[in-house]
């Protein structure tokens, strides 16, 4: 299984999505959707599998910030056909913070148990500060404590 | 945007080593509540721009105010240790790190780092002290058998 392609579904524009080619950077703020697209081959008897993505930061292990599941039906085949699924993932800043670089992966579960997992895209999604305005920053004190 | 703070007469603050600076500063905030980075340092204001010798940084809440400039108050400190060294004249910055343009302020000449007294300095003084005593000695008459 492999993350075929990224869109963001913008808070701000119901009903547009903007499309990334892999490799990009999708930059990304509060409210938005990430759309993770999947390709695979299934060949087998019909199921209803997870199909659960995530963004998050790879240290040891995947810290995932946000993340989304929602089943798919797959039809019995009996040989290899190749399928495309897609899940969505909110972005929710107090959950994913702003800044650079964060990591996704999605992967296919049945019931609690992992049965195929893509690869990690690194450094695939920024998420962006909300606007914010100042006026007269100033330093009004300095003294030792 | 880069606002100058110039003063009259700014006030001066003399620090030692192992003293604590507090710096205070205020602005008016209008976005969405959200999590930044105060950033504060001391240094040395010059023709290529701020030369931070000790920095630090905080994170900062600020508060839901979509409609109109909420006044905010921040204090951070800044803890003087070695790595700036005696003189007088070092000036602050303080900003925003995440809104730099918009909230980058300098303060300059506005800290002077006093040294603390050196071994060389007691030396001397004892020095002094046992010459004088050792030539009254050789001045003063003293009782012959």
Redesign the interface.
């Known amino acids: 299984m492999k993350i075929q392609a990224l869109q963001v579904l913008p808070a701000q524009y119901p009903g547009y999505a903007l499309f990334y080619t892999l490799g990009t950077v999708v930059e990304v703020k509060?409210g938005d959707t990430v759309r993770i697209t999947v390709g695979y081959s299934y060949r087998g008897p019909a199921k209803t599998l997870t199909l659960y993505g995530a963004i998050g930061v790879q240290a040891v292990w995947f810290d995932e910030k946000v993340n989304n599941g929602k089943q798919i039906s797959i039809p019995a085949s009996p040989s290899w056909v190749a399928r495309s699924d897609y899940v969505d993932v909110a972005i929710d800043?107090t959950k994913i913070?702003?800044g650079t670089g964060y990591e996704l992966y999605a992967k296919m579960m049945e019931g609690n148990s992992d049965l195929v997992i893509s690869p990690i895209v690194y450094d695939a999604i920024n998420v962006l500060?909300?606007?914010?305005?100042?006026?007269?920053?100033?330093?009004?004190?300095?003294?030792?404590? | 945007m880069l606002?100058m703070?110039s003063l009259q007469a700014p006030?001066v603050?003399?620090?030692s080593v192992g003293?604590?600076?507090?710096?205070?500063?205020?602005?008016?905030?209008?976005?969405?509540t959200?999590?930044?980075t105060l950033y504060a340092a001391v240094g040395n204001l010059g023709f290529f721009g701020f030369d931070e010798i000790i920095a630090v940084q905080k994170p900062v809440d600020?508060p839901e105010s979509l409609d109109s400039?909420t006044t905010c108050?921040q204090s951070i400190?800044i803890a003087i240790t070695d790595a700036i060294s005696p003189r007088t004249g070092y000036s602050?910055m303080?900003?925003?790190k995440?809104?730099q343009s918009?909230?980058?302020?300098r303060?300059s000449d506005?800290?002077n780092i006093i040294g603390a007294p050196s071994m060389w300095s007691g030396i001397t003084s004892v020095m002094v002290v046992s010459m004088m005593m050792a030539m009254m000695g050789q001045v003063m008459p003293t009782e012959q058998g």
């Open positions: 509060n800043t913070g702003a500060s909300e606007a914010a305005e100042f006026q007269n920053f100033q330093v009004t004190s300095w003294a030792k404590a | 606002y703070i006030q603050v003399e620090l003293d604590t600076l507090r710096l205070a500063v205020t602005f008016g905030y209008r976005g969405h959200q999590r930044l600020l400039f108050e400190d602050l303080a900003k925003i995440e809104y918009q909230t980058e302020v303060v506005v800290v």
